[in-house]
């Protein structure tokens, strides 16, 4: 699978960087308890940080903001989406399971404190392109909305737009009839390739360990 990131978010962020992690015969199903008992304990505890931490002072969710403003997103209306679940448990709605894919994939994205994409790769049909939306980019999300993404980071495949550091699309949704899927990692800009490769092996194997399969990372 091809994965471009275009030459307008690289001259407006020269840092912006991907993982992609592409996963191949693996297993979706119900959590392991060990993963849902994993993902209710961090939110608890993040809970009680964000009882001492203002969600603005978190160093890695400042830094997505400031990337949304650049590219011309306003970031208190649309929000990154390791944000929105920070902001979902410091009102104590905590997120709850949905299978063994978002979980490892939500428990990731407040660990890290960045956005994550999944996606079931038999519905993407590539090259995929990383690019800032237009007004003629939009899809049904998971949530059920349709968003626009003009001047919103947006992920194209032949097909059109169907991911982004927001919110992912109906369409292409990991379910647990998914039997390849594809990560897209929204590393922070200010991260070094060393800690990027760090980050991405450990989700990989995480992932592998709970659904099985085999796999492969790049960073773009």
């Known amino acids: 699978m091809d994965v471009v990131v275009a030459e307008t978010i ?3 962020i020269p840092q912006f960087k991907v993982g992609i992690i592409l996963y191949n015969h693996i297993v979706v199903d119900d959590s392991p308890q060990m993963l849902k008992g994993r993902l209710q304990l961090f939110q ?3 809970y009680f940080d964000l009882q001492e931490t203002a969600i603005a002072d978190i160093p890695e969710l400042a830094e997505w903001r400031r990337a949304f403003k650049t590219i011309g997103t306003d970031p208190s209306r649309y929000r990154p989406s390791s944000e ?5 448990i410091q009102k104590k709605n905590f997120i709850p399971t949905i299978h063994s894919a978002a979980d490892v994939n939500n428990f990731f994205s407040l660990y890290y404190k960045i956005p994550i994409g999944i996606y079931d790769l038999d519905k993407l049909e590539g090259p995929i392109t990383i690019d800032i939306g237009t007004d003629q980019d939009e899809y049904i999300a998971i949530n059920g909305r349709t968003v626009n993404f003009s001047h919103k980071l ?4 032949v097909h059109g737009p169907f991911g982004s550091p927001i919110v992912d699309s109906q369409r292409t949704a990991v379910t ?3 039997k390849n899927a594809v990560q897209i990692v929204y590393l922070l800009p200010s991260m070094k390739q060393e800690q990027c490769e760090k980050l991405l092996q450990s989700m990989q194997k995480m992932f592998l360990q709970i659904h099985g399969g085999d796999a492969v990372f790049q960073l773009v």
């Open 10 to 12: 690289k001259q407006m």
């Open 84 to 88: 929105s679940l920070y902001r979902r």
């Open 44 to 46: 608890e505890s993040i």
């Open 176 to 178: 647990k009839e998914t």
């Open 154 to 157: 947006v992920s194209k495949d």
